[in-house]
């Protein structure tokens, strides 16, 4: 069974698109727990989080939790995890990421099929490789992808960390240093999953939230998507953006 890794600071806006994701799209039948961590939010994204845990528990009985803290770092949060954890395997998710239907499942399929996998990144644009008619490709069969690193989300086997030190927690880098210097079995899922970051969407209202957020000190300035290139990935955000604000506008008429 695998542990479901959330971790929120700020980006309300982000939180509450990310984590419907996160309920909608992932195969709870695989999940042993869920544990939410608010790292002191301050615009109101603990609150909202404090009502959305509590709904969980009533899809997933005493199996949802919500951990308050004031690391202010992911490596932090996540060696905080790690020192608490039964679990043969987590998946880490950060509340800008936006989770397609079947990611779990697809992770585990390449965990399972490559034994000596300890870390395997998920997030879209990674591995894109043009198919014949110039765009990316999608969907299965999956495989692995050896990479020098990967990033802070997709699915890691709770035991590359035990038999390592901890990793190095400064703010929120740390991660990537602790690949280098140690050197777990780590690379990419291949093809990408539909599984892009909202903070580099390069249409509203993700480009006016990104601004503001890295303006408050929650984001980081990434560079936006291709939007010829990475469409294909992010498009389906877009289509629940339309169809949301359809039935907001439906409500008030």
Same mark, same amino acid.
């Not at 700020?10 to 994701?21: A, G, I, P, Q, V």
């Not at 009533?58 to 995890?81: C, G, Q, T, V």
């Not at 927690?169 to 240093?177: C, D, L, M, N």
């Given at each position: 069974?695998?542990?479901?890794?959330?971790?929120?600071?700020?980006?309300?806006?982000?939180?509450?698109?990310?984590?419907?994701?996160?309920?909608?799209?992932?195969?709870?039948?695989?999940?042993?727990?869920?544990?939410?961590?608010?790292?002191?939010?301050?615009?109101?994204?603990?609150?909202?989080?404090?009502?959305?845990?509590?709904?969980?528990?009533?899809?997933?009985?005493?199996?949802?939790?919500?951990?308050?803290?004031?690391?202010?770092?992911?490596?932090?949060?996540?060696?905080?995890?790690?020192?608490?954890?039964?679990?043969?395997?987590?998946?880490?998710?950060?509340?800008?990421?936006?989770?397609?239907?079947?990611?779990?499942?697809?992770?585990?399929?390449?965990?399972?099929?490559?034994?000596?996998?300890?870390?395997?990144?998920?997030?879209?644009?990674?591995?894109?490789?043009?198919?014949?008619?110039?765009?990316?490709?999608?969907?299965?069969?999956?495989?692995?992808?050896?990479?020098?690193?990967?990033?802070?989300?997709?699915?890691?086997?709770?035991?590359?960390?035990?038999?390592?030190?901890?990793?190095?927690?400064?703010?929120?880098?740390?991660?990537?240093?602790?690949?280098?210097?140690?050197?777990?079995?780590? %690379? +990419?899922? /291949? #093809?990408?999953?539909?599984?892009?970051?909202?903070?580099?969407? !390069?249409?509203?209202?993700? &480009?006016?939230? $990104?601004?503001?957020?890295?303006?408050? %000190? +929650?984001? /980081? #300035?990434?560079?936006?998507?291709?939007?010829?290139?990475?469409? !294909?990935?992010?498009?389906? &955000?877009?289509? $629940?953006?339309?169809?949301?604000?359809?039935?907001?506008?439906?409500?008030?008429?």
């Amino acid at each position: 069974m695998i542990d479901v890794l959330y971790l929120a600071w700020n980006r309300l806006e982000f939180t509450t698109r990310t984590f419907d994701y996160l309920l909608a799209h992932t195969d709870w039948s695989l999940v042993n727990r869920l544990i939410v961590y608010d790292d002191g939010s301050e615009d109101g994204t603990q609150e909202w989080l404090r009502d959305a845990v509590a709904t969980c528990n009533e899809m997933l009985p005493d199996s949802a939790e919500l951990r308050l803290s004031d690391l202010r770092s992911p490596p932090a949060i996540m060696n905080h995890y790690l020192a608490t954890s039964e679990a043969a395997w987590f998946a880490k998710i950060d509340n800008d990421i936006a989770v397609p239907g079947g990611w779990l499942n697809a992770l585990l399929d390449v965990a399972q099929g490559q034994s000596d996998v300890e870390l395997l990144g998920m997030e879209a644009g990674m591995v894109a490789m043009p198919g014949r008619d110039g765009e990316p490709e999608v969907g299965g069969p999956y495989s692995f992808e050896p990479a020098s690193h990967i990033g802070g989300v997709g699915l890691m086997r709770v035991q590359a960390f035990r038999s390592r030190p901890a990793i190095p927690s400064r703010g929120r880098y740390g991660f990537t240093e602790w690949q280098n210097r140690y050197e777990p079995t780590r %690379g +990419w899922i /291949r #093809p990408d999953l539909l599984c892009p970051s909202l903070d580099r969407i !390069p249409e509203e209202p993700f &480009v006016s939230l $990104r601004e503001t957020y890295v303006e408050n %000190g +929650w984001s /980081r #300035p990434w560079p936006a998507y291709s939007e010829q290139w990475m469409r !294909p990935y992010y498009s389906w &955000v877009l289509k $629940r953006e339309t169809a949301a604000a359809a039935a907001a506008k439906e409500i008030r008429l």
